[in-house]
């Protein structure tokens, strides 16, 4: 079993929906959470960061983060087609090597 | 472009050969990583540098995997005897790290993509 478990997709949205992407994981440890967004054949790209539980709001993303379900989630309001890309979560316990799940393919429909 | 750059950007090769990678990480970044991400999947840790030591490898990291970062500044990323398993995209992320502040935001560039046929 994996350590971060992310559904793969593929999830495609009418423009203007809300969004709701998520992660579970197994490993305790992991306390600073990431999301990165990452367009086809290029790198990743750091989009919010929280670390331990709580919620964390960017412009139109919400990062939510509970520790105790060991569950993560991430938010994207008022969704445009220019979103579309692949999500990555990532995890770390200290900062250092990130743990990823295998991302899910996201949609936006014009 | 300040940020981090990769070269080259496609590699293909011939199982067997030998092929080196290089990054060049943001200018104040003294935290360097590379990361291996194959179709469909996240990318997976590889090794980390803070300056010129190299603090931590995977065990994916086999022997034939060799990664350098001399002056604390570029890296290189080796990979003797190639295999057809060897096919990924290979990254490379940096951040910064000093006395009283860690920052565990890795910021990664666009990628090295090999083959090996």
Known sequence: ?110 | DTGVSQDPRHKITKRGQNVTFRCDPISEHNRLYWYRQTLGQGPEFLTYFQNEAQLEKSRLLSDRFSAERPKGSFSTLEIQRTEQGDSAMYLCASSLARQGVTSYEQYFGPGTRLTVT
């Open chain 1, 1 to 110: 079993q994996k350590e971060v478990e992310q559904d793969p997709g593929p999830l495609s949205v009418p423009e203007g929906a809300i969004v709701s992407l998520n992660c579970t994981y197994s490993n305790s440890a992991f306390q600073y959470f990431m999301w990165y967004r990452q367009y086809s054949r290029k790198g990743p790209e750091l989009l919010m960061y929280t670390y331990s539980s709580g919620n964390k709001e960017d412009g139109r993303f919400t990062a939510q983060v509970d520790k105790s379900s060991k569950y993560i989630s991430l938010f994207i309001r008022d969704s445009q087609p220019s979103d579309s890309a692949t999500y990555l979560c990532a995890m770390s316990r200290s900062a250092r090597q990130l743990t990823f799940g295998s991302g899910t393919q996201l949609t936006v429909l014009p």
